[in-house]
Each structure stands twice: as structure tokens, then as C-alpha cells.
């Protein structure tokens, strides 16, 4: 029977509101209204056509909800046999296209179809939906732990469409070639106002939007007619070059995009070709079908493979960011992406893209349809989805220079929903069969022999489909316990009970925590920020600069700002016995006196400073007032203990032995503000922190040999040119004694390689070691300028143990030229030329406000120089860059290594540094992971004490941006990683 299309406008409503009667023998099929909040949303799952032939053929209920909003009207739909129903909780299966909002998910069991519907037996709904959580979509756990209990209770059935799939693997119901084809329309509408913003019209500005038009064959008919013939009579903008079109993907969707694109006027292309063509001055429209063998690489030189990479996806990485992105006026991005699988472009790669295509022509890779929509996923800097009320927007990961474009971004996540007729006619033929072997499921429960399919192929097909069922996750979906744990203990933390109201006790506010900070410097902002959004938490933050403390907490009610000096140490015993947990962000020399406090208040202590000795000496004091002074909790020390301690983790739970560990972590200036200031460096925390620690020595194992760096050689025998980013040329220096480590971390005494570092770019570490041999970083030596070019001239005097150095050119130069005799500098231009910058040679002079203290330490008195010359000015922003590299092997295979990364690279934004948040944040979270009681372990403590505060910072990081981005790829035979054998091969250079 064919039924009506699309009802006439006019047609008047004939249904009544009140609850019908369902036949309880039947079976019961109900089609959910969309979620109201998606306004676009006017697909439906099941025609009317189909309903007739479920309620006549089949012999079911079928229950639909009113909607004015979908694509056949509710008369359409009760015309073909449907009942309208408010809730549909007479549903046995509920279906819908998007996931069912919270508040209207049927989760009870139901009677199941009978006669005697009393006496039948209770069985548990089945749904079906695109859920959005078989990747671990962290927005949908709630909805996954609705199917989730105990199995006694009969919770519902989750069936996804999105795992629907045939014999072959291949999806078999879907909206993927509609997605394609609106998805390619969306993406020429957002190509033609990028075109505007470079100051051209192209034809492109006449693209249909799919949503404006009743159907896909007047579109069609627009594009062709229109839009091509333009293109075919005039050519494409002379300014644009050739347009060259890229898609990817090897589905349905990429079908859609390529079948849209035949109807103009299109030149099919390889990827070989891109270069040569974008030196062509014809006005035409390229097409390039890139494929995953086009610039997915193994790391071993073998070709692409699609079965090995499907089995080895970690053997793989993509260069689409240099062979085919910069050659791409737009790109139909139709590929799909999972976690653990190679990106086809990350933040860092499209700087490398950027730079290339503005060297290539106007409006190169300035254009982006993300069919796929997997936010952060393939294409790491799509940050959102779009919607068909907003179709694109301009976007820069916070990674990107600044000299270089924003990028348009079209990323709809509704795509199909723009050809509502076509796409859901199209869904419900495919659906139908799956449907009816599912109720005939429900029909012969636990006798699939009875289901009457043909090998029981679709039956198959839906077990396969199935998410969760019984209470549990199928066994192909139990990793998602990990996101659905770290959505609980968001939870917890957050004090949500079901109410999604912090607990408290009846007819009371449950009483407010109160948390002491101490010190509001530079790191302090996001911490405070994060601890003054929870509800059950009071802050005070305690300064010896009021005015800051007070600019800190002015925003926040739950917040206020104390004067405090922490000499009067009175008045610092008198804050820490009224609070509950105290957060010290004071210099580490206070730490200890702190510390001593908290164990005689009873008070738990969180710091991101390093253990010291007379911090750690307070351990069984600690223990004995049952209290945790938890340290290291901020970037470096922090964040790099709490990834490190993960991964290691997951490799040992996979039996694997780790050979080497190499970490480095550095905090400097994004790469367009690090350009023409001296040492490339500006400062984000503490100068003297900086300058000190380029006075330690360090320790570390390489390639089964221990070496030792003397403090006095640490500037001088630096590691250059690092393999840790594509785009940033970075040195680094050995960080302290990385051999504790191997405890720390269980690494065991016969790891090959243990090194700990920190980073900077090229050129910091020889300027910095040649002001060190001027004397600038002398610490026991007192001088007293009178200018900032008497400081120079002091400290090479206090330096050369001399009296006094005459400020002529040339006494200078010679006393210049007498103190790096031994420092191995053979060119002193890049030395001449920042002493010149900082206003500290004879010929220059300094703005910068003078130490009037007395005699002062030099580097006391570089310190305060560096820190106003070296300061952040507005709209400049840092940047933090954190690397693992750690190599494994299995026990049975060690002639072949894994070579396991993981990253972390965040800028800082208009609101704080990322310095400050890197730091700052982990504090907050640890804080609140002590205050939930969740941490058991008492003592002087860092991190890796316990996961409830390694693996909380982490979840916590990755809620807020800061996530590690982890990597692995094989190799054959015992080379190492990459990272460590340029270690190796710099340090034999130093012997040499």
C-alpha cells in the first residue's frame, strides 16, 4: 500500500489527547518524538508505509508521540494504524533517531504480549537510537548507566544503529550518503563566505541549502543548473587559482560528497598530481579522492595495508598535513575516527598545512566541512559541532602562530536531517528487517531457531548491535567502564546525588568546607577559580600583596582575600587552625614551617613544589596525626608524574617491560612571541626559580650507562634539536637526578635508558651559560649597582675577583672577553647583542627599576632584571609543552619495541597562562580529591601514592582541555625510541 508522502499543510488535526487503550496480547512499537531542544531534528525512523505494514502485516501496536516538527505530520501516521500515545510506556521497543532525553528514557521492565496480560511475565524494554557512547562520549555516560543494574531488576535493551552492521563488517543502516551529499552542500555555502572574507565572489555563493528546499532533486536541479553552469560558462575566480577539491573517506558518506560533485563541472585528480596542479593558471574545479593508503604511513616502510592497519593502527601516522592539505581550497572531510587510531591531522600538523599552502596561493586549506564530526577526533583542532541554525565558523587551535589564518570550519552533526523526506524513507527501508526479526525475538524468547530468518543473520546482526543488555555491557563494550567510572566520580566529586543536588542533611545546609591558600601569585588564578565553583567549599586566600589577593577572590562570594605577612607566624597558625586543608603556593623554603603547623592542627597540606629533605624528614609526624602533605602536584613536578604513572600502568597490566623512559616538560613563550627576544624565554613563574635551577647538576642512565652532569657544565652540555615536535625547534637540560626515578616509577635497576629533562628553544641554554660565566647567576657574591650597566661591570668584577671594572668600551670588553675565556664561546655577537636589550652594556640603558635592598646577590639583582624586561605584555601568550617517550617490549618478543608516547601541548588563553592552569589546576583537583576523603594515604606523599589522585587529576585535566594525547608504533630489533637515541647520540657528541 503506498501511503502519503508528505500531508498537506492544511490538513486539520483529527486525533484526541486522551490516553487510548493498547491491546495488551500485541506486541507494542513505539516512534519517540526528537528531543524538543533539537530544533532541526525532523527525521523519523519509520514511515507511515512502514507503520501500515507492522500494525496489518505484523500484527503490532504501534505508538507514536505528537510532533509537529517531523518530517509526516501525527495524522499521517495514525492514518496508517498508529495509536498517539504521550510517554509510550506501553512500548515493548522504543525507537528513535537521536538519543532519548534523560528525563523521558523508559527504563522499567513491561508485561510481556499476552492473552492473560496479568499473569505474563515481566521482560525488559529494548531501545534503539544513535546513543553517542560507544566511543566513551563523556556527555552521554548518564544516559549508558540508565541500562546498567543489577540483572534481577530487568533493565532495558541498548541496541545502537551505528554498530547495525552485515557479514562484510560494513554499516547497514544509517543516514551516511545523505550526510554526505547536505554535508558537501553546507561546506560550499561556508567555502563561498571564505572566499568573501578574501575579498572574492565565486560562484559558489549560489549553493542551495538542502533544508530550503522540499527535495533532493530540486537541489540537485540548483547545483547543476545554476551553480555549475556558471562555473562552466566563466571558469572560477582568476584570484583563486585552481579550486581543488579533497575528500576523504572510503563510505557512504564520502559516496554522497563524490555523487553531489558529479553535477559540476569536475576534473577527477590524484593525489600525485596535487603539486603540479596547483601551478596551473586554468580556472577549474579538481577533485582528489584521497585514501587512507594515500597518506596513512607504517612506521616500519612497509605499504599501507587496510587489515594490518585495522589490527596495528598504532604502526601508523598520517602526512596528509604535507602531501595533500596544503594544495586543498576546501576539504569534505568523510573519514571516520576512533580513539587509538592514527588522526589525520593534528593541532601542530596544521601549522606545518598553514605555513605550506600560504607559500602555495591565496586561500589554500582556508575551508573545512567535517561531515564526520568526530569533535577532537581525526581532525584534532575541530573543537565543536556546528548546527544547520549556524552551519560554520572560524576556528585556531590555541597551538597556531598567530601570523597564520583562522580556518572555516562547517561541522553539522545533523546533516541528514536537512533532506528529512529522502534520508528517512531511505532509513526505515533499511530498518525494517532488523525490526521484524526483532520482534519476532520478542515473540520466541530464548528459541532463535524460531525467528525465521535466513541464518539468522539479522538476529546476529542486532547482538552485535547491542551495547548493553541484562544490566551489563556486552563484552565488546566493557572498556567503557573507564568513562563511566570517571563520569562517576565527576559526579561524586561534584556532591550530585540523583536529585543532582549536593547532599545535605533535612531541614539543613550541609556545612561548607574551608580551604587556606596561601601565596596569590603567579599560578594562583585557575586554582582559585576551580575551587570557588564548588558549591560546598570556602576559599581564603592569604597574601602579602592584598590587592592581588583581592582581585583573586573579588569575583567569587564563596571567596575572600586576607593581608597576611608570613613572618608573622602567629597569624599563619591562627588561619591554618580554622580551615580544613591548606594549599601552600609560598616559596619551598616556607613549605616545611607550613607543614609543621598543618601535622600540629590536624590539616592536610597540598603543594606543587618538590619533596625537600626537611619536608620529607616530617613524614611519621604526619602519619601519627593522620594527616597527607601531599606534594608535587603541579606541571613539573605533577602532571608529568600522574601521565607517566598511567601509562606505566597500562603497560604493566599488559605484561609488557619498560626499557626506557625519557620525560621532558618546559614551560616558554608561544613560537610568535618567543621571535627576537634574548634567550627565546619569558617568564611565567618565578625568574629565580629559573635562573637556580640552571645552577643544578643532574644524573641520568643512558643506553645502560649512568653519566653525571656537574652544575657548573649543566648550561654548556645541553641536548639539542629534540624529537618531540614537528614545528618547535627545542634543546633540552637534564633535570636534577633523574635516577630516583627508576623507584619512583618502578622501573627496576636494569632499565636501559632513565632521563628526565626540561626544555627551551634552541639558543636559550649557550646564552644563558655565557651570562653565568659573567657572573650574573653568582649567589654568595654581594654587589650593590648604582645603574643597570654597573651591574654588568660588578658582576664580572665579583666574578674575576677583581675590585672594579672601568665602564669605557673598552675595559668592558676585555673584562667580557677575560670571563668567558673557559666558557667555550667563540662568538660573542648574540651576547653583545641581548646585553644591549637588557640595557646592561656601557652603550645601553635599562628602564627597568633598580634593586635599591643594599648588597645584593647577582643573581638576585638578574632575577628582577629579567622579570620586568622578560614579562608577558597583553596578548602575549605562553606555552607548555609536556613529552613522554617510554619503550617497551613484550616478554616473548624483545627484538621488536613499542615505542609508546604521550603529549601534552597547551597555550595560554586571554584569562590565564598555561603555565598557570598546568600548575594551578592539578592543585585544585588533588584538593578536592583530599577534601572528598577519597584519598586514604597519610604522610609526606606525592602523586603516584594511590590512582584516587593520579588518575582523579588526570580525568579532571581532560574535563578541562588538558588531556594527554598518547601514541604507540612498533619497530623491529632494539633501536629505541626516537627521543632516545638523540640523547644518546648528543651526549657521545659531548665526550667526543
Known amino acids: 500500500m503506498a501511503f502519503i508522502r508528505r500531508a498537506p499543510h492544511a490538513l486539520r488535526r483529527t486525533f484526541t489527547t486522551a490516553t487510548p487503550h493498547i491491546d495488551p496480547s500485541k506486541l507494542t512499537i513505539g516512534i519517540r518524538r526528537e528531543d524538543p531542544h533539537r530544533i532541526w531534528e525532523r527525521r523519523c525512523p519509520l514511515t507511515p508505509d512502514a507503520v501500515h505494514d507492522l500494525v496489518h502485516k505484523e500484527g503490532v501496536n504501534v505508538l507514536v508521540q505528537d510532533?509537529?516538527?517531523?518530517?509526516?505530520?501525527?495524522?499521517?501516521?495514525?492514518?496508517?494504524?498508529?495509536?498517539?500515545?504521550?510517554?509510550?510506556?506501553?512500548?515493548?521497543?522504543?525507537?528513535?533517531?537521536?538519543?532519548?532525553?534523560?528525563?523521558?528514557?523508559?527504563?522499567?521492565?513491561?508485561?510481556?504480549?499476552?492473552?492473560?496480560?496479568?499473569?505474563?511475565?515481566?521482560?525488559?524494554?529494548?531501545?534503539?537510537?544513535?546513543?553517542?557512547?560507544?566511543?566513551?562520549?563523556?556527555?552521554?555516560?548518564?544516559?549508558?548507566?540508565?541500562?546498567?543494574?543489577?540483572?534481577?531488576?530487568?533493565?532495558?535493551?541498548?541496541?545502537?544503529?551505528?554498530?547495525?552492521?552485515?557479514?562484510?563488517?560494513?554499516?547497514?543502516?544509517?543516514?551516511?550518503?545523505?550526510?554526505?551529499?547536505?554535508?558537501?552542500?553546507?561546506?560550499?555555502?561556508?567555502?563561498?563566505?571564505?572566499?568573501?572574507?578574501?575579498?572574492?565572489?565565486?560562484?559558489?555563493?549560489?549553493?542551495?541549502?538542502?533544508?530550503?528546499?522540499?527535495?533532493?532533486?530540486?537541489?540537485?536541479?540548483?547545483?547543476?543548473?545554476?551553480?555549475?553552469?556558471?562555473?562552466?560558462?566563466?571558469?572560477?575566480?582568476?584570484?583563486?587559482?585552481?579550486i581543488v577539491f579533497g575528500v576523504t573517506g572510503t563510505g557512504k558518506v564520502a559516496q554522497g560528497v563524490l555523487d553531489l560533485l558529479a553535477d559540476l563541472p569536475i576534473c577527477m585528480v590524484n593525489v600525485q598530481d596535487l603539486a603540479a596542479l596547483v601551478t596551473n593558471p586554468g580556472m577549474s574545479i579538481y577533485v582528489v579522492h584521497a585514501l587512507p593508503s594515500d597518506?596513512?604511513?607504517?612506521?616500519?616502510?612497509?605499504?599501507?595495508?587496510?587489515?594490518?592497519?585495522?589490527?596495528?593502527?598504532?604502526?601508523?601516522?598520517?602526512?596528509?598535513?604535507?602531501?595533500?592539505?596544503?594544495?586543498?581550497?576546501?576539504?569534505?572531510?568523510?573519514?571516520?575516527?576512533?580513539?587509538?587510531?592514527?588522526?589525520?591531522m593534528t593541532n601542530d600538523q596544521l601549522t606545518f598545512a598553514l605555513e605550506k599552502a600560504r607559500q602555495i596561493g591565496k586561500g589554500r586549506f582556508a575551508c573545512i566541512g567535517d561531515i564526520s564530526c568526530d569533535v577532537e577526533g581525526g581532525l584534532e583542532f575541530m573543537p565543536r559541532a556546528s548546527t544547520l541554525s549556524s552551519p560554520f565558523y572560524s576556528t585556531r587551535p590555541p597551538t597556531l602562530p598567530s601570523h597564520l589564518p583562522s580556518v572555516t570550519m562547517m561541522s553539522v552533526d545533523i546533516l541528514p536531517t536537512a533532506l528529512p523526506l529522502e534520508a528517512s524513507e531511505h532509513f526505515s527501508s533499511v530498518l525494517m528487517p532488523y525490526l521484524k526479526s526483532l520482534i519476532r525475538s520478542y515473540r520466541t524468547p530464548g528459541q532463535p531457531h524460531l525467528n525465521g530468518d535466513v541464518n539468522l543473520g539479522r538476529a546476529a546482526a542486532l547482538e552485535r548491535a547491542t551495547v548493553a543488555s541484562d544490566g551489563k555491557l556486552r563484552d565488546a563494550h566493557k572498556w567503557l567502564e573507564g568513562p563511566l567510572n570517571v563520569w562517576r566520580e565527576t559526579r561524586a566529586a561534584s556532591g550530585v546525588t540523583d536529585s543532582s543536588e549536593p547532599p545535605a542533611v533535612a531541614g539543613h545546609a550541609a556545612p561548607k568546607k574551608k580551604v587556606l591558600m596561601l601565596g596569590s601569585g603567579m599560578v594562583a588564578g585557575p586554582a582559585v577559580d576551580e575551587i570557588c565553583s564548588w558549591k560546598d567549599v570556602e576559599l581564603v586566600v592569604a597574601s602579602n600583596v592584598l590587592s592581588e589577593a583581592n582581585r583573586l577572590t573579588k569575583k567569587h562570594p564563596s571567596a575572600k582575600a586576607v593581608n597576611l605577612d608570613v613572618s608573622d607566624w602567629s597569624k599563619v597558625d591562627s588561619l591554618i587552625g580554622e580551615c580544613d586543608l591548606v594549599i601552600s603556593l609560598l616559596p619551598v623554603p616556607f613549605h616545611p614551617k607550613v607543614a609543621e603547623a598543618c601535622i600540629q592542627h590536624r590539616?592536610?597540606?597540598?603543594?606543587?613544589?618538590?619533596?625537600?629533605?626537611?619536608?620529607?624528614?616530617?613524614?611519621?609526624?604526619?602519619?601519627?596525626?593522620?594527616?597527607?602533605?601531599?606534594?608535587?602536584?603541579?606541571?613539573?613536578?605533577?602532571?608529568?608524574?600522574?601521565?607517566a604513572i598511567s601509562l606505566l600502568s597500562d603497560l604493566r597490566a599488559q605484561n609488557k617491560q619498560v626499557v626506557s623512559f625519557t620525560s621532558f616538560c618546559g614551560g616558554i613563550p608561544a613560537p610568535e612571541d618567543a621571535e627576537g627576544v634574548p634567550l627565546k624565554y619569558k617568564f611565567s613563574w618565578s625568574p629565580k626559580g629559573v635562573l637556580s635551577a640552571a645552577l643544578n647538576g643532574a644524573k641520568f642512565k643512558l643506553w645502560d650507562k649512568v653519566e653525571?652532569?656537574?652544575?657548573?657544565?649543566?648550561?654548556?652540555?645541553?641536548?639539542?634539536?629534540?624529537?618531540?615536535?614537528?614545528?618547535?625547534?627545542?634543546?633540552?637540560?637534564?633535570?636534577?637526578?633523574?635516577?630516583?626515578?627508576?623507584?619512583?616509577?618502578?622501573?627496576?635497576?636494569?632499565?636501559?635508558?632513565?632521563?628526565?629533562?626540561?626544555?627551551?628553544?634552541?639558543?636559550?641554554?649557550?646564552?644563558?651559560?655565557?651570562?653565568?660565566?659573567?657572573?650574573?647567576?653568582?649567589?654568595?657574591?654581594?654587589?650593590?649597582?648604582?645603574?643597570?650597566?654597573?651591574?654588568?661591570?660588578?658582576?664580572?668584577?665579583?666574578?674575576?675577583?677583581?675590585?672594579s671594572i672601568p665602564q669605557d668600551p673598552a675595559s668592558f670588553r676585555s673584562a667580557l672577553a677575560d670571563c668567558l675565556e673557559d666558557s667555550g664561546a667563540e662568538d660573542t655577537t648574540e651576547l653583545i647583542e641581548a646585553m644591549d636589550w637588557f640595557g646592561i652594556s656601557p652603550s645601553s640603558k635599562s628602564t627597568a627599576p633598580l634593586p635599591t635592598t643594599g648588597p645584593t646577590p647577582p643573581i638576585d639583582v638578574f632575577a628582577s632584571l629579567l622579570a620586568h624586561k622578560l614579562r608577558y605584555l597583553p596578548n602575549e601568550r605562553d606555552l607548555v609543552v609536556l613529552s613522554h617517550e617510554i619503550v617497551a617490549h613484550s616478554p616473548t618478543r624483545e627484538h621488536e619495541e613499542e615505542i609508546h608516547t604521550s603529549s601534552l601541548i597547551a597555550y595560554g588563553t586571554p584569562s590565564a597562562?598555561?603555565?598557570?592552569?598546568?600548575?594551578?589546576?592539578?592543585?585544585?583537583?588533588?584538593?578536592?580529591?583530599?577534601?572528598?576523603?577519597?584519598?586514604?594515604?597519610?604522610?609526606?606523599?606525592?602523586?603516584?601514592?594511590?590512582?584516587?589522585?593520579?588518575?582523579?587529576?588526570?580525568?579532571?585535566?581532560?574535563?578541562?582541555?588538558?588531556?594527554?594525547?598518547?601514541?604507540?608504533?612498533?619497530v623491529k630489533g632494539v633501536r629505541g625510541g626516537s627521543v632516545e637515541r638523540s640523547l644518546v647520540e648528543a651526549r657521545s657528541g659531548m665526550r667526543d
Open 67 to 242: 510532533c509537529e516538527r517531523r518530517v509526516w505530520t501525527t495524522n499521517d501516521f495514525i492514518k496508517a494504524g498508529a495509536v498517539m500515545h504521550p510517554t509510550l510506556s506501553p512500548s515493548h521497543i522504543t525507537l528513535g533517531i537521536k538519543e532519548t532525553p534523560l528525563d523521558e528514557l523508559l527504563t522499567s521492565p513491561i508485561r510481556a504480549p499476552s492473552e492473560s496480560s496479568a499473569q505474563s511475565p515481566l521482560v525488559s524494554r529494548t531501545h534503539l537510537m544513535f546513543s553517542h557512547t560507544v566511543k566513551g562520549q563523556m556527555y552521554n555516560m548518564e544516559l549508558l548507566s540508565k541500562f546498567l543494574g543489577p540483572p534481577n531488576t530487568l533493565p532495558p535493551r541498548l541496541v545502537d544503529y551505528e554498530l547495525l552492521t552485515g557479514e562484510d563488517g560494513k554499516r547497514s543502516v544509517g543516514f551516511g550518503w545523505f550526510a554526505g551529499v547536505a554535508g558537501a552542500l553546507e561546506s560550499l555555502c561556508a567555502l563561498a563566505h571564505a572566499h568573501l572574507e578574501l575579498g572574492i565572489a565565486s560562484q559558489f555563493l549560489y549553493t542551495p541549502r538542502p533544508h530550503m528546499h522540499p527535495s533532493l532533486a530540486s537541489i540537485r536541479s540548483t547545483l547543476r543548473d545554476v551553480v555549475g553552469a556558471r562555473i562552466a560558462a566563466d571558469g572560477t575566480p582568476k584570484g583563486l587559482g585552481p
Open 295 to 344: 597518506y596513512f604511513v607504517r612506521a616500519d616502510g612497509q605499504p599501507y595495508e587496510r587489515s594490518h592497519y585495522y589490527a596495528n593502527p598504532q604502526a601508523y601516522s598520517s602526512v596528509f598535513h604535507s602531501k595533500v592539505a596544503p594544495y586543498l581550497t576546501l576539504l569534505f572531510n568523510g573519514a571516520g575516527w576512533a580513539p587509538n587510531f592514527p588522526r589525520m
Open 603 to 643: 590539616k592536610h597540606l597540598v603543594t606543587a613544589s618538590y619533596i625537600s629533605p626537611a619536608m620529607r624528614a616530617l613524614h611519621d609526624r604526619a602519619v601519627s596525626s593522620d594527616v597527607i602533605l601531599l606534594n608535587e602536584i603541579g606541571l613539573d613536578p605533577g602532571i608529568d608524574h600522574c601521565s
Open 708 to 803: 653525571e652532569i656537574q652544575g657548573k657544565d649543566l648550561l654548556r652540555q645541553n641536548f639539542q634539536d629534540l624529537p618531540i615536535s614537528e614545528v618547535l625547534k627545542l634543546e633540552g637540560l637534564a633535570n636534577r637526578d633523574s635516577l630516583p626515578y627508576g623507584d619512583t616509577y618502578e622501573l627496576g635497576s636494569d632499565i636501559r635508558t632513565l632521563f628526565r629533562g626540561t626544555l627551551r628553544y634552541q639558543g636559550f641554554s649557550a646564552l644563558m651559560h655565557q651570562f653565568k660565566s659573567l657572573g650574573f647567576l653568582e649567589s654568595t657574591a654581594l654587589i650593590q649597582p648604582t645603574s643597570w650597566s654597573d651591574f654588568a661591570t660588578q658582576a664580572m668584577a665579583a666574578r674575576l675577583q677583581r675590585k
Open 913 to 970: 597562562s598555561a603555565m598557570s592552569r598546568t600548575v594551578g589546576l592539578p592543585v585544585a583537583f588533588a584538593t578536592r580529591a583530599v577534601l572528598d576523603g577519597g584519598v586514604q594515604a597519610r604522610g609526606v606523599q606525592g602523586p603516584g601514592v594511590e590512582r584516587s589522585v593520579w588518575g582523579r587529576v588526570l580525568s579532571e585535566l581532560e574535563r578541562a582541555g588538558l588531556g594527554m594525547r598518547e601514541s604507540v608504533k612498533k
